[in-house]
Every structure is written in structure tokens, then in C-alpha cells.
């Protein structure tokens, strides 16, 4: 079974902090995702990986970055944390003609 | 900008009934997806849609897709209270390795 590990599964930081969330998948999968999950609003794709250190924007990358320094690897840095980035961060992981495998999921409250 | 929408967002139904999620998309695919979402948990994947007149079948829920009518069809059969959860559908267009989500359905199962 494929296995997505998020690091944290709630974690609650301050206003201006520097976050980094963290993910690891153990299946070798090529391509690697940021959500993020908002009542009312659906998953909307923060950036994604289809390769070490390639990144592509998603829908809403504004106020994140990321880093893919190792295939298995993929994380989520909000350079300066603000009260509007308190959400349910989801990471997931795919190859070709399959589904994305999803982690368990990160509740970041920012205060 | 590929659209997918679903259709009902809310569902509230019976025990024993029947019933239908539909998933509409903008864009000429042959790969969809569905997911279940129960509350405060991640996104589990439940079926995966290859080709035209493809057709899945877990238990009580039966997936289909009609590419031509870009149309996917999620039926849940003599509904149980275990259903209750929230339903994604998901297409794969091709062009990149992006994912496109609908906005989901919540579907409670009532006694």
C-alpha cells in the first residue's frame, strides 16, 4: 500500500512565523502535491512537483513556496504566516494512470 | 479553465434508498476519479475510471463513465448510514499532471 506521511497532524503557529510542512511518500511516485481545504471551498492545488526540484504553480501559491530536494520528499514553507493560511493542508502523491494517495492531512491554525 | 462540477453539494437520504452523484467536466478526458472524505480525515480513494463505459462496483457504490457526455456517474444502492461522508470526483485531463476536483458531495445517511 502506498503510504503519505505528513509530519504533524495539527500544529498551531504565530502570526509572521516561518512554517514548514513536511511530506514523505515511500512509493517512488514521480509527482507530489499541495492542497489545501477550506469549508465551502473544495481542495485548491497550492504547487505541485513532477520531478526533483521542479515545482509548478497551482490555483493559490501566493504567501507559500516549496522544495523538493529528494524524490520521497516534498514540503510546504509559508514564509510568513498569516491568520488567512489557517486551513486543512492536504499532501498527496501520484504516478501515471493511478489516483493520488493522499496523507492523513495537517490542521495548521495560525494565530 | 477545466471546470468539474457535481451535483447534488448536499445529499440527505433514507436508509434503503437509492440514489445518484453526478460529475460534469469541461474538458475531453478518460481518466476520473472518486474519492471519500469522512469528517476530519483525509481523502481515500475509492474508484478509478480509465476509459469510456468504464464501470466500477464496491459494495453498495457503482461508478461509471460516459467520456462522450463528460459524465460521471457515482450510485449508491440501498443506502446505509456507514455512507455518510463526503464524495469527490476528480479528472485527469492530460495535459500536465495536474488534477482537477469537484467541490464535493455530502451525502448523510439517515436511519
Known amino acids: 500500500d502506498v503510504k503519505v506521511t505528513q509530519s504533524s497532524r495539527y500544529l498551531v503557529k504565530r502570526t509572521g512565523e516561518k512554517v514548514f510542512l513536511e511530506c514523505v511518500q515511500d512509493m517512488d511516485h514521480e509527482n507530489m502535491f499541495w492542497y489545501r481545504q477550506d469549508p465551502g471551498l473544495g481542495l485548491r492545488l497550492i504547487y505541485f512537483s513532477?520531478?526533483?526540484?521542479?515545482k509548478e504553480k497551482g490555483?493559490?501559491?501566493?504567501?507559500?513556496?516549496?522544495?523538493?530536494?529528494?524524490?520521497?520528499?516534498?514540503?510546504?514553507?509559508?514564509?510568513?504566516?498569516?491568520?488567512?493560511?489557517?486551513?486543512?493542508?492536504?499532501?498527496?502523491?501520484?504516478?501515471?494512470?493511478?489516483?493520488q494517495h493522499f496523507g492523513d492531512g495537517t490542521r495548521l491554525s495560525i494565530l | 479553465?477545466?471546470?468539474?462540477?457535481?451535483?447534488?453539494?448536499?445529499?440527505?437520504?433514507?436508509?434503503?434508498?437509492?440514489?445518484?452523484?453526478?460529475?460534469?467536466?469541461?474538458?475531453t478526458s478518460d481518466r476520473l476519479?472518486?474519492?471519500?472524505?469522512?469528517?476530519?480525515?483525509?481523502?481515500?480513494?475509492?474508484?478509478?475510471?480509465?476509459?469510456?463505459?468504464?464501470?466500477?462496483?464496491?459494495?453498495?457504490?457503482?461508478a461509471s463513465l460516459d467520456t462522450k457526455a463528460r459524465l460521471s456517474t457515482l450510485h449508491i444502492t440501498a443506502a446505509v448510514h456507514d455512507l455518510s461522508a463526503t464524495y469527490f470526483c476528480a479528472v485527469d485531463p492530460h495535459t500536465g499532471n495536474q488534477f482537477y476536483f469537484g467541490t464535493g458531495t455530502s451525502l448523510t445517511v439517515i436511519p
Open chain 1, 50 to 54: 513532477y520531478d526533483v526540484k521542479m
Open chain 1, 59 to 99: 490555483d493559490i501559491p501566493e504567501g507559500y513556496s516549496v522544495s523538493r530536494e529528494k524524490k520521497e520528499r516534498f514540503s510546504l514553507i509559508l514564509e510568513s504566516a498569516s491568520t488567512n493560511q489557517t486551513s486543512m493542508y492536504l499532501c498527496a502523491s501520484r504516478t501515471i494512470n493511478q489516483p
Open chain 2, 1 to 27: 479553465e477545466l471546470k468539474v462540477e457535481q451535483n447534488p453539494l448536499f445529499l440527505s437520504m433514507q436508509e434503503g434508498k437509492n440514489y445518484t452523484i453526478y460529475c460534469n467536466y469541461s474538458t
Open chain 2, 33 to 62: 476519479y472518486w474519492y471519500r472524505q469522512d469528517p476530519g480525515k483525509s481523502l481515500e480513494s475509492l474508484f478509478v475510471l480509465l476509459s469510456n463505459g468504464a464501470v466500477k462496483q464496491e459494495g453498495r457504490l457503482m
